[in-house]
């Protein structure tokens, strides 16, 4: 198996001197890293997670990880960080609210629930650790981006849509939520018609 490292990147103590050696660095060698330990995540949860597994599955060594990141909890928030940026897609503009927010829930039923997954079911040993919860990890994951739910209301607004003053921040994310719970509860994808049915029956009724 082919070694990868950068300058930075200590020897692999198993590693054959003829092995053909391809040297990552910056960015690159960051990105493997960050997601070497969200499979990990995935993988073991975080009970089961440490700095040995990360950088083996990365094909480097212990101390290239602790460069960039000086505890296990650190290491942890860049590559959940990073899983909101690696996926992260246009926000849908159908011309509609109805077409958008279905739009939006179809992309996440395709890519951000198995984000949520990890985050509720993987993570249990972090949020004992840290004091924290689920939600305290939704502006990690969104970072300095602007909520696509609010470009999509902001729109419809606009638009003359909706009222604004119904825009509550429980009805606001009201869709997503049953969305979400649905798939906590079944593991796996919501049918489209289940979607639609969520955004016509129960969501803009609550908005008109």
């Not at 590693?15 to 990990?40: F, H, I, K, M, T």
């Not at 503009?93 to 079911?121: C, H, K, M, P, Y």
């Amino acid at each position: 198996m082919d070694l990868v490292r950068d300058a930075s990147e200590e020897p692999a103590a198993e590693a054959a001197a003829s092995e053909p050696v391809r040297r990552r660095r910056g960015e690159v060698l960051e990105a493997a890293l960050l997601d070497a330990a969200w499979d990990e995540l995935v993988d073991a949860g975080y009970s089961a997670f440490t700095i040995d597994a990360v950088a083996t599955r990365a094909g480097t060594s212990r101390p290239v990880v602790y460069r960039r990141w000086a505890t296990k909890q650190e290491l942890v928030l860049a590559a959940i960080r990073r899983s909101g940026v690696r996926d992260q897609r246009p926000v849908p503009d159908t011309g509609t609210l109805r077409g958008d927010v279905i739009a939006l829930l179809v992309q996440a039923n395709e890519s951000r629930l198995a984000v949520a997954a990890v985050l509720s079911v993987r993570l249990g040993a972090y949020y004992e650790e840290t004091g924290t919860a689920p939600a305290d990890l939704r502006d990690v994951i969104l970072g300095d981006r602007t909520s696509p739910t609010k470009i999509i209301l902001d729109r419809a607004v606009a638009r003359g849509e909706i009222d604004p003053a119904k825009l509550t921040p429980r009805i606001t994310s009201l869709p997503f939520d049953l969305v979400r719970q649905e798939f906590m509860m079944t593991l796996r994808p919501i049918p489209v018609r289940d979607i639609e049915e969520i955004v016509d029956t129960i969501y803009l009724p609550l908005l008109r």
